[in-house]
């Protein structure tokens, strides 16, 4: 018989609002504190039922079940920036989406992107001069954007429509944190400032993507760009292909996607590194032995092993995206517990990866920990920087591969130390930013 989730241990309620508070006030170290009631602990946010699964089976069985465990309320609300594109899309709409874009993000034809991030990246180098000072947060987000914005329209976006979605995606992701803030209690439509200003920057983003679009359907050139492969994908049964509403969705979510989680990776990566120096020096002998002075390629990357284990450790202690949301759709089950329709359900990779009953010093930044046998034992549901489940990430080869690209040929280049006294604060809203970004000091390797 089916256990009562309610009757399990969880952390005291001291107001109306539940834990809502706690949640609000440190998530990540809430969230933290809450692992030691167990496997599930129920919590009220509001007046919304909901509880933290820290049981790597459950969690497995939760990202699994994709019927069951539909995406979160806070996700949904995102509607209006990604439509129905893969990240938010439910049900048989989704699975005939993946259906079709999968092909495309076969690694065999992602590979062929690896030219791109390098040359753009040693583009911005060129740029860069010894002793600045940067908030490399700022310039890692440009550098991803130019990046998947070359991967998906191919042509060289001019500045100013590479502002205006650059623009839209920082909106959106301050509207959002504005609304986890408030429990999403606020509707969207209210003519609150920041509502007014969320709705005109998606306006400006969608005249910019759907101009893209139209004029690669009334060109006549070929190119090989994610956008050209979007539109030429077919539905083998029917011959059904994506409209441009639907093409619009996709590429606003492979921005936001394909640019946000590898930006947020690498500028942690460089507060690690700069917070370790024998972790950065063991990398610099690795690329110099490797690369001897030459950029990198896709080739380079199968004896790049430290760096790579660099990029795994980065996202263990820093997971671009820290906590993921699920809802109820019916009455269900997780475990032996029964899960009423419309409950919260929270999974939190901060939480997870950082659990020291699967790693050992759990908080140090230690790449070397990441061996094929350390990898082959780590039970699933512990480390999931991409999701897992039919929804795992489309993109975790492209951005595996472009974050372990981008590390090397920076590196090699310049040494990134921080600022001192700069705050730096993880803020957990769709993705896992530095709040006050990243500031730093350029020094240039001779």
């Not at 874009?101 to 076969?106: K, R, V």
């Not at 609304?179 to 969207?188: I, P, S, T």
């Not at 969320?198 to 190119?223: C, G, P």
């Not at 380079?300 to 820093?318: F, N």
Request: proline share 5%.
């Amino acid at each position: 018989m089916a256990k009562d989730i309610f009757e399990l241990p969880a952390p005291s309620v001291n107001s109306i609002v539940g834990h809502l508070f706690e949640l609000g006030k440190d998530p990540l170290g809430f969230l933290t504190s809450c692992r030691d009631y167990g496997d599930i602990v129920p919590l009220q946010l509001g007046l919304t039922s909901s509880c933290l699964v820290t049981n790597p089976e459950y969690i497995e069985e939760v990202l699994k079940n994709r019927n069951d465990f539909i995406k979160s309320r806070g996700l949904r609300a995102l509607k209006s920036l990604l439509g129905e594109g893969l990240l938010s899309a439910e049900g048989e709409s989704w699975f005939w989406q993946r259906r079709l874009a999968q092909p495309i993000f076969h690694q065999k034809r992602i590979n062929n992107y690896s030219e791109t991030m390098v040359e753009y990246t040693n583009k911005i180098l060129q740029t860069w001069q010894d002793g600045e000072t940067h908030d490399i947060h700022a310039d890692m987000m440009q550098l991803t954007l130019q990046i998947v914005m070359k991967c998906i329209f191919s042509a060289d976006i001019n500045a100013g429509e590479a502002q205006v979605v650059a623009n839209a995606l920082d909106r959106a992701m301050q509207w959002f944190e504005s609304k986890r803030r408030q429990n999403f209690l606020v509707l969207e439509w209210f003519p609150r400032p920041e509502n007014i200003r969320y709705r005109n920057a998606i306006a400006q983003m969608d005249e910019a993507i759907y101009k893209l679009i139209q004029e690669r359907r009334n060109s006549e050139e070929k190119t090989n760009d994610l956008l050209t492969m979007l539109m030429e994908a077919k539905d083998e049964e029917t011959g059904q292909q994506m409209d441009d509403k639907l093409l619009r969705d996709e590429v606003a979510t492979l921005m936001l996607a394909g640019h946000e989680t590898t930006a947020n990776a690498l500028s942690w990566t460089w507060m690690l590194l700069a917070q370790n120096p024998e972790v950065r020096e063991k990398l610099q002998s690795e690329l110099d032995q490797v690369l001897q002075g030459k950029l990198p390629t896709l080739a380079d990357l199968g004896q790049l092993d430290y760096t790579q284990q660099i990029v795994k450790e980065s996202m263990r202690l820093y997971p671009p995206v820290a906590l993921m949301g699920r809802e109820a759709a019916v009455d269900t089950q997780i475990g032996d517990y029964k899960i009423p329709q419309g409950m919260a359900i929270m999974i939190s990779q901060w939480v997870m990866h950082r659990h020291p009953k699967y790693f050992e010093n759990p908080e140090a930044f230690q790449p070397e920990r990441w061996t094929q046998e350390f990898e082959k034992h780590l039970p699933k549901g512990v480390y999931f920087p991409f999701g897992d489940g039919p929804r795992i990430c489309i993109g975790k080869g492209f951005a595996q591969m472009e974050a372990a690209l981008l590390l090397a040929t920076i590196a090699q280049r310049f040494q990134v130390d921080l600022v001192p006294e700069h705050p730096i604060v993880p803020q957990p809203s769709i993705t896992l930013r530095p709040e006050n970004g990243l500031k730093v000091q350029l020094k240039q390797i001779a």
